[in-house]
């Protein structure tokens, strides 16, 4: 079972609305939005801490009848061999957050997920050259010029989607893997790691985001991606 939910930090610039999410998130995220340096940043972090909230309670919620509007849970988090974070209480249920522009993303997973969302800008595409491997490179081309930039940043969600899905984070390097897309087009495939591990695994990919690319990747396959749109306010 896949869980995805996305929300708007622009609904955090009235200081009465982030006075109230900052009582609806567990005293672990409190001290982490405080640590952070500005204020975007601060809602950012603020908006992750009430979408773990947020999913956990439906998770529980269905079989529990846990409400949104209930008290936080109080979250206590382990952590993996590279430093991914899980729920120490709540074993069963592998989390992965992403941010990018003004939205901020959380998938929840009874499997270990990654998730990444990046914004379209103008594409570097000297960083597809240097930073891809040959199949990105030849996969980029192969698709044409006509949706060139935003196949660059899906291509881009995948590999960072994986790097959280291991944990391993960019240390792993983009040029590590290989994007290898069923059927025509970029919506879902397989992550191919280059040096012959057997950690590969498969990728989901929405354009539910105008200007953004979001994508979901896990061991196991991944029919399809329901994005649920938190409302903040």
Known sequence: MLKVYVADTAALSEESVFW??????????????????????????????????????????????LQENAAPLSLAYTYGENGKPFLKDYGEVCFSLSHSGKYVMGAFSNHEVGIDVQKHRAARFGM?????????????????????????YRIWTVK????????????????????????????????????????????????????????????DKIADINIKEVEIG
């Open 128 to 152: 597809a050259e240097r930073f891809f491997t040959d199949e990105d490179n030849a996969l980029l081309e192969r698709l044409g010029a006509e949706h060139a930039n935003e196949n660059f």
């Open 160 to 219: 960072e989607s994986y790097m959280k899905l291991t944990g391993e984070g960019m240390r792993q390097g983009l040029d590590a893997t290989v994007v290898e897309p069923a059927g025509e087009g970029l919506h879902y495939g397989r992550v191919v790691r280059k040096n012959g591990r057997t950690d590969n695994a498969y990728f989901a990919i929405s354009d539910r985001l105008e200007e953004y690319s979001i994508a979901v990747c896990s061991y």
């Open 20 to 65: 109230d999410y900052m009582d609806r998130v567990d005293e672990t995220r409190q001290e982490k939005v405080w640590q952070c340096r500005n204020e975007e940043d601060r809602k950012r972090s603020l908006l992750a801490g009430y979408l773990i909230q947020v999913g956990m309670k439906n998770w529980i919620g269905e079989g529990g009848g």
